[in-house]
């Protein structure tokens, strides 16, 4: 099981845009689970994972509290949200299933279970397993927009990306905050009985 210096040095080495806000360097090798949340909480505003995954941390404006109070009144108060990226996908920590971290599907509007805790998802983001997991939702278009994830703003896309008349190529793109389309997306779900 890799300790917390080590999966920092897999941010150093990976080969992934990871780019961190407000480090602070004192790091020890006793951070255990299931303290890896506090340590990212206490040491980061945000990580951004190539420039569509934002981690959350202590931003006092756009971080892990500010979002999970947005999250709490869309979805299961079981489930905490640690991650989103710039298509409203969403990671979550579910508590009911032993903290396991399930994934928000923007193109299919349902929960998946990555079968990870927190400490395997903070060392997945440094793999080239990202890019393929991401390989048929971020497409090249994505980043001609100016977009900021640090101030929480995501892309919403139209027709929407679950719909049967969206295709990559022949969708429109706008920059919404991230507030806008998690609520938008919950509605959905509630609209369809997901």
């Known amino acids: 099981m890799l300790t917390m210096r080590e999966i920092l040095e897999k941010f150093d080495e990976s080969s992934n845009d990871i780019k961190f806000l407000e480090f602070n360097k004192k790091i020890t090798d006793t951070i255990e689970t299931p303290q890896e949340l506090k340590f990212i909480l206490e040491h980061f505003s ?7 995954l ?13 979002c999970n109070e947005l999250f709490s009144k869309c979805y299961n108060p079981n489930r905490c949200l640690i991650a989103y990226d710039i298509l409203g996908g969403l990671f979550a920590i579910n508590i009911e299933k032993l903290n396991s971290i399930e994934y ?7 929960w998946e279970d990555l079968e990870i805790d927190y400490k395997g998802f ?27 994830l640090e101030t929480n703003e995501v892309v919403l896309t139209y027709p929407f990306m679950w719909s049967m008349e969206y295709t ?20 959905f779900c509630r609209q369809f009985g997901i």
């Not at 440094?126 to 927009?145: A, G, M, P, R, W």
């Open 46 to 52: 945000y990580i951004t994972v190539n420039g569509y």
């Open 54 to 66: 934002k981690i959350l941390g202590n931003d006092s404006e756009n971080g892990f509290s500010y």
């Open 104 to 110: 928000f599907t923007p193109d299919t509007l349902e």
């Open 122 to 148: 903070l060392y997945w983001v440094t793999t080239n397993q990202l890019d393929l997991f991401y390989q048929e939702l971020i497409v090249s278009d994505l980043f001609k927009l100016d977009l900021s």
């Open 168 to 187: 990559p190529s022949g969708a429109v793109r706008k920059i919404v905050p991230f507030k806008e389309l998690l609520e938008m997306n919950a509605d």
